[in-house]
Structure formats: structure tokens, C-alpha cells
């Protein structure tokens, strides 16, 4: 009686677990292609009016505007703290003339983007993620759904196109501030002429280095602002839910702003 | 004017639809009722168009919803108003402005219109001078009228209203089913109510359909469901738990 049960065991089993990876791996797929779908879809509408210019005024206040002071307050210590390092490094081989340029390359090119746009994360789009998820568990969204009008249209794509347009200037702000503040540690402090601060800056930064952080920040823009809408549009149920997109929000966008800072980083000139 | 053909509906593998028949006439409230958890918000979502069936058909004046595309069900919906369990206000938004949006989106009038029906329709929920607080500074009684003055502001023809009575005292509760079937005698509105309110909404429903096991048990008058033989329908309308104990 006991045979065929302990012959068939062990068949079960590995048919069992390929369909059981088999189902995670569509699974996998499937939230990948709703993924792109979303971006997609928010593009689009992005180009079909009616256009929500009130709404993208109110986001681009709230993405870019309320996230100046700790933009700049970060800008200014990693400039200042880029200062005495690279000042302590090029001092050792008598090159302190180098600080301004090496100053200004690391924030225009890699610290300016990639810091900004995770505070930003932090500060807006962790706070996008969570409204979207309230709205969502408390049916705001279906109230707009059976209304007739978009949840794309109204919700995804101003926050979109407001981390498009405030990412750059943001980032802008950022080097800027960053770069006085390797002057005030480099010059001030540490007793470098401005002249060869900022001469030498002009010698060795060129156009190419202030669009390669043009395209990263205008990409991370869009990189927060897709991931932290997209978690909060199909968050989970109730506040667990919430709490769960956030963090995921916060989480993936940080892992892909780096992943995608190196990619574009070997690309880019 | 809406009729439903063997819907059917499962989430995972657990059937919550398992094949309603039922037919709502134009001008008429049909009030669905049900055990918690039974389906009944399910089917309302599935009529408003925000889930889609298994299997069945859903026809809202002989066009089938179940299958349309977005654009085509949004002009279905364009006839709806629907007033949502929890309210489901903007709470970004003022009372005034979450039941003027409505209006500012969908319909082309001057701005001095739009205010003066929302005041109007502010006054029949019996809220006039409260459209300037928030969503959050008023009581949940509030908050329905609130969503039911959203939902008609547009004049709809069909009203669907999920459980607008839960959760508040009796007074609220008759206050809100007088209101509903105040504004249903003025704009003559077809209304389908999901509803535990047991017997108050006897007094306001034209059909009563009891929804039981994912199935219709009965649809009928208040008083044929009052009257009915099924035993489901009696034990729910009475209350009665399933191993009560024989009464003294």
C-alpha cells in the first residue's frame, strides 16, 4: 500500500517547485511590465491635454520648492567636507592649485545629481508614495476612476513632470552652494588665493562635465518620481500597506539612482 | 435600465460572485443586502465598472459594460454618481471644493454656476456654511452628506451608494435614508444601495434583492422580503445567529 506513495514523493516535489518558480518568475514579470506600462502611460498623457497646470504648479512647489532648504544645507557640507579632504589628499603632493577644479568636477559630475536626488527621495517622494497609498486605501483614487476622469492624468503625471523640471534646477542650486563651500573651507579656512579656486576651475570643467549632470539629474527626476507614484498607485491595504510602499519607494529609487549614476557615468562623456 | 447576467467573480481561490442574476428597473432603488463580507461591495464595484468579472455580463441600457474599453466606460460613468463607503473625500480639498471638483472637471459653466449648485446642493445635505472646513474637521455623518452632495451635484442618472449609513447612530442613519429618498423624489434618479440597515431600509427601497453565498436569494418588495418563506432571508432580516439556542 505504502509503495506507489513513496515513488510518486519525490517526483511531486521538483514538479511542484518548478511551477511554484515558474509562477514567481510571471509574477516577477508581470509587475515589471505594469512597471513600464505606468511610466508609459503617464508619458503619454503627458503630451494630451487637458493639461492639470495648477496641479504641476501645487507638485513642483511641493517636489521642488519645500525641498530647497535641505538642498542647499546638504550642497554646502559636502562641499565644505569635499574641501579639507581633497585640500589634505592634494597638499601631500603639493597640487592644493588642483582643489577648485577637483572640488567642482566631483559635485557637477557624480555628488551634485546623485545627493540631491536622494534627499529628495527622502523628503518628497517617501511623502508621495505615502498620499498616494492614503488615497488609494481610502478609495480617493476609485472616487476619481468612477468620476470619469484619469487617476493618471491628475495624480501621476504632475509629480512627474515636476521632478523633471525641478530636478536639474535643484541640482543646479546644489553645485553651485557645494562649490562655495569648498571655497569657504579651501580659501577661507585653509588659506588658498580665490583666483586659483576658481581660474583653475575654468581651465579644467568644461560643457561636457555640466551636461553629464544635466542628464543624470533630469533622469533621476524622472526615476523618483515614476518609482515613488508607481509604489504608492498599488500600494498594499491598509496602513501596513502604506508603510510597506514607502519604504519599498524610498528603497528601490536610491538603488536605482545608483545603478543608473553608474551606467550613465560609463556612457556619458 | 442595469441588468446583470451570471456574474461571476473569485479572488484567488476563494468564489465571492458565483453567478448573480439581477435586473434594476429605471427610477427605482434597489437596495442590496447581505451578510459582512458576502460580496454585495464587490458587485457594486463590478457595476460602477472598477473590477471586471470572471465570467458574465453587466448591461447598463442594453450597452455591455464588462467589456468596454476605458474611454467608452467613462462615458457610462459620466452618468454615474457614486457615493463611497468611507466617503472617499479629497482630503487635500475642502467640503466646497470636493463637491464643486465634479463640476469643474466634467461640466463647462461659469464659475459663478458652479458655486451657486454647490451651495445649493450643500443646502439640501443640510451643510450650508460648511464648505469651508476640511474633510478632516468634520464628523463622519458629515462626511456622507458631504459624498452624497458630490455625487448628485452632476445630476446622475443612476446614484450608487455603498453602506452610506455605517457606522453612525440611528438618528444619522433615518436622517440620511430621509435625505436619499428626499433627492431621489426630486431628481428621480435610479439608486442601487448595498445596505445592512435592517428594517430601515424597508422604508425606503422599491426592491429589496438579498445577496447570499454569492448568489441572489431573493429580489423582491420590502414586503415580500419581510413576507418571504427562505429561511436565509428571514434569518438575516431577524438577526438570528445560526446556533442560537431555543428562545425561553
Known amino acids: ?49 487637458p493639461f492639470k497646470l495648477a496641479r504641476l504648479v501645487e507638485r513642483i512647489h511641493f517636489v521642488g520648492f519645500r525641498s530647497l532648504t535641505i538642498v542647499v544645507l546638504t550642497g554646502a557640507f559636502t562641499g565644505m567636507v569635499l574641501g579639507l579632504q581633497i585640500f589634505l589628499v592634494l597638499s601631500r603632493f603639493g597640487s592644493e592649485a588642483f582643489l577648485g577644479p577637483a572640488v567642482a568636477l566631483s559635485i557637477i559630475r557624480e555628488l551634485g545629481p546623485v545627493l540631491c536626488a536622494l534627499i529628495v527621495t527622502g523628503r518628497a517622494g517617501s511623502a508621495l508614495t505615502a498620499e498616494l497609498g492614503i488615497m488609494k486605501i481610502t478609495e480617493q483614487i ?46 577661507e579656512l585653509l588659506g588658498l588665493s580665490p583666483g586659483t579656486y576658481f581660474g583653475e576651475m575654468q581651465t579644467f570643467v568644461d560643457r561636457a562635465d555640466v551636461m553629464t549632470g544635466f542628464w543624470k539629474s533630469l533622469s533621476f527626476g524622472v526615476i523618483v518620481t515614476w518609482v515613488c507614484t508607481y509604489k504608492g498607485y498599488y500600494c498594499g491595504h491598509g496602513a501596513e500597506g502604506v508603510a510597506r510602499a514607502t519604504t519599498q519607494a524610498v528603497v528601490l529609487s536610491s538603488v536605482l539612482i545608483l545603478v543608473w549614476d553608474y551606467f550613465l557615468g560609463s556612457v556619458l562623456p | 435600465m442595469i441588468k446583470v447576467e451570471g456574474l461571476r467573480r473569485s479572488f484567488g481561490a476563494q468564489p465571492v460572485l458565483r453567478g448573480i442574476d439581477l435586473e434594476v ?65 479629497f482630503d487635500s480639498m475642502s467640503v466646497f471644493d470636493n463637491v464643486a471638483f465634479p463640476l469643474w472637471e466634467k461640466v463647462r459653466i461659469p464659475a459663478t454656476e458652479i458655486r451657486q449648485r454647490v451651495e445649493e446642493k450643500l443646502a439640501q445635505v ?65 439608486a442601487v444601495m448595498v445596505s445592512h440597515e435592517i428594517p430601515e431600509i424597508f422604508r425606503i427601497a422599491d426592491r429589496v434583492a438579498m445577496l447570499h453565498e454569492g448568489l441572489i436569494a431573493e429580489c423582491a418588495t420590502p414586503e415580500a422580503i419581510q413576507a418571504s418563506a427562505n429561511p436565509v432571508v428571514q434569518q438575516f432580516i431577524r438577526g438570528e445567529i445560526e446556533s442560537a439556542p431555543p428562545a425561553r
Open chain 2, 126 to 190: 443640510g451643510l450650508q456654511g460648511m464648505g469651508h472646513k476640511n474633510p478632516a474637521e468634520i464628523s463622519g455623518g458629515m462626511r456622507k452628506r458631504v459624498a452624497i452632495a458630490r455625487a448628485l451635484v452632476t445630476e446622475p442618472e443612476v446614484v450608487f451608494f455603498d453602506e452610506p449609513t455605517t457606522g453612525l447612530d440611528p438618528i444619522l442613519v433615518n436622517t440620511i435614508h430621509h435625505l436619499i429618498v428626499e433627492l431621489h423624489r426630486k431628481f428621480r434618479f435610479t
Open chain 1, 142 to 187: 476609485d472616487a476619481l476612476t468612477v468620476m470619469a476622469l484619469n487617476p493618471v492624468r491628475y495624480l501621476i503625471v504632475p509629480p512627474i513632470v515636476a521632478g523633471i523640471i525641478t530636478f536639474p534646477l535643484m541640482t543646479a542650486i546644489f553645485d553651485v552652494v557645494g562649490i562655495f563651500g569648498g571655497y569657504l573651507v579651501g580659501v
Open chain 1, 1 to 49: 500500500m505504502t509503495g506507489p506513495v513513496t515513488t510518486s514523493a519525490p517526483q511531486v516535489l521538483p514538479v511542484r517547485l518548478v511551477g511554484e518558480l515558474g509562477a514567481r518568475a510571471l509574477e516577477v514579470l508581470q509587475s515589471l511590465g505594469r512597471f513600464g506600462r505606468f511610466l508609459v502611460q503617464a508619458i503619454t498623457y503627458i503630451f494630451v491635454p
Open chain 2, 25 to 89: 428597473a429605471s427610477g427605482e432603488i434597489m437596495v442590496v443586502i447581505g451578510r459582512s463580507g458576502g460580496g454585495k461591495s464587490v458587485l457594486l464595484k463590478h457595476l460602477v465598472g472598477l473590477l471586471r468579472p470572471d465570467a458574465g455580463r453587466i448591461f447598463v441600457d442594453r450597452t455591455e459594460i464588462t467589456r468596454l474599453r476605458r474611454s467608452a466606460l467613462d462615458r457610462i460613468r459620466e452618468r454615474y454618481g457614486v457615493v463611497f463607503q468611507g466617503g472617499a473625500l
